[in-house]
């Protein structure tokens, strides 16, 4: 008699007899909101592998696993339960979306960023028998869940801003207001990125998102700081937002833009700033298109890894002396909120954060500043769960040259970082555009 084959039919047997029940809650929420995954019914002790599959605007696939054993009871919880292996390990109950990578064969240097915040990013979440580690799409899941993450919450309102040349898009929380407000801006990739400044109006602040880098026009960036304050002007001067109450956020490049404006602006003064993987260092009293003409002289410091991967963190080093090539930090009068990655290998902003603490404790500001600093982590800190990418296809500013740039970090730190700094990122401004303006004087 043939064993193997009495084995083989026992085994679909008792497949054919369970019924697993999985359960996302909830299955519609923020993106930077947890969600609780369970599967019942199944065997006790069974081997299961938790798969998460999204389909991304570009239409390439992003897809995330996590083995699991069912306990006596036939139960997973992903909240309480460890994965023994997968794209993560560990209890981690949001390890479906964080460590999410492109799926084996997909184009090279692939970032996941949504340009319509309008729509919610869709994650199927399904559960496959056995411990797989791929041909996931070849196989039948035992149940899927089709779950959405968005960026918008109900009711935020989204409204295109092209007004005296600014180009921006403003996000508006539902109620009646006035709000307290953030102007919000990326980094030398260019373009106008919505997403984080949409998550930050469903959290109860007038956002605009803030173009200041075309990648369509083939116009050099021949921006003076003036462009910034107009921007900053036309959100403080929205009805529905207090012109008392606005903040600056900047990743990056947009960094220097949030610290110049504090430092020097005699218009726009922001009530706090936020600094995300950022620098205090480039030529001062000059034009955008000065400054990076200026960094591209300095890209003769740039390196190139074994695996061709382009790193910029040197070309700011060392941090220099003279006044004229740094924001002197000294001069900023609001709450500094710097984050950063301690393995961030595009911007030095490690050196960078040292020096803007000496800066500031030297001119007798150093008790406005506030800094996150993150072993592991990156430079692309996000929202949290979006899939770390350590490195990914950049084009440059200034030689419109396509290249792969290293931005660092390290998964499971990178993805506790986001998660962690974004917290606490919310609570800064919460503090300082909510509390109450100081007394004015008594008539
Ligand atoms: C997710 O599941 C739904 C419903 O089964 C299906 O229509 C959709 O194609 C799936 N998405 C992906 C990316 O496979
Ligand atoms: C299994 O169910 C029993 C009865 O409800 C309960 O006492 C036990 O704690 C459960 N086991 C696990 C691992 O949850
Ligand atoms: C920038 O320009 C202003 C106004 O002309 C001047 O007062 C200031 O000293 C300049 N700063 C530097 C660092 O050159």
């Known amino acids: 008699m043939n064993i193997l084959a009495d084995v083989d039919l026992s085994r679909s047997a008792s497949s054919m007899a369970i019924c697993p029940v999985l359960s996302v809650q ?23 592998t938790l798969h998460s599959l999204h389909q991304s605007e570009d239409k390439d696939y992003w897809e995330a696993f996590g083995h699991y054993t069912s306990d006596e009871n036939g139960t997973v919880s992903v909240t309480e339960y460890a994965s023994m292996g997968g794209t993560y390990t560990g ?34 979440i399904s559960i496959f028998s056995g411990h797989l580690t791929q041909g996931f799409s070849e196989k039948d899941a035992l149940s899927t869940v089709v779950t959405e993450r968005w960026y918008l919450a109900p009711g935020v309102q989204r409204v295109d801003v092209r007004e005296q040349g600014v180009k921006g898009t403003l996000f508006i929380p539902p109620g009646p207001g006035p709000f307290p407000a953030v102007l919000d801006m990326w980094g030398g990739g260019g373009g106008l990125v919505e ?29 003076e700081t003036e462009y910034f304050e107009i921007a900053y002007h036309i959100l403080q001067s929205h009805p529905q ?6 903040a600056a956020l900047g990743l990056s490049f947009g960094t220097s833009v949030t610290l110049t404006m504090a430092a020097y602006s005699k218009t726009a003064q922001p009530r706090c700033c936020v600094c995300i993987s950022g620098s205090h260092v480039h030529p001062i009293n000059k034009s955008l298109f000065e400054v990076f003409e200026h960094m591209k002289r300095n890209m003769l410091k740039a390196r190139i890894d074994e695996n061709n991967h382009v790193i910029w963190r040197d070309v700011i080093l060392p941090i220099p002396t003279e006044p004229d090539m740094k924001v002197d930090v000294g001069q900023i009068k609001c709450p500094v909120l710097i984050v950063i990655g301690q393995d961030d290998q595009n911007w030095a902003t490690v050196e960078s954060t040292e020096d803007i603490q000496q800066m500031m404790e030297r001119s007798g500001n150093g008790h406005l500043l506030t800094v996150l600093s993150y072993p592991g982590a990156g430079h692309l800190i996000e929202p949290p769960y979006t899939p770390h990418v350590r490195f990914s296809n950049f084009i440059t500013q200034q030689q419109r040259q396509k290249v792969l740039m290293l931005w660092g970090g390290q998964t499971k730190p990178h993805a506790d970082a986001q998660e962690d700094s974004w917290n606490k990122i919310l609570l800064f401004l919460h503090t300082h555009l909510h509390q109450d303006t100081p007394p004015a004087a008594r008539l």
């Not at 019914?41 to 069974?46: D, F, K, W």
């Not at 492109?102 to 869709?122: F, Q, W």
């Not at 949409?198 to 075309?214: D, N, P, Q, R």
């Open 26 to 48: 909830p299955t519609r929420a923020l993106v930077d909101e947890k969600f609780k995954i369970a599967v019942r019914n199944l065997h006790p002790e069974q081997e299961v």
């Open 91 to 124: 209890v981690e109950p949001m390890g479906l979306l964080w460590s999410m990578r492109p799926v084996p064969g997909s184009r090279h240097g692939l970032r996941l960023r949504k340009r319509d915040v309008m729509s919610p990013m869709v994650v199927n």
């Open 195 to 223: 997403y984080r400044a949409a998550l930050l109006a469903s959290h109860g602040f007038v956002t605009m998102a803030l173009e200041y880098l075309s990648p369509e026009e083939e116009r050099t960036p021949n921006l």
């Open 241 to 246: 937002v207090c012109p008392d109450r606005v």
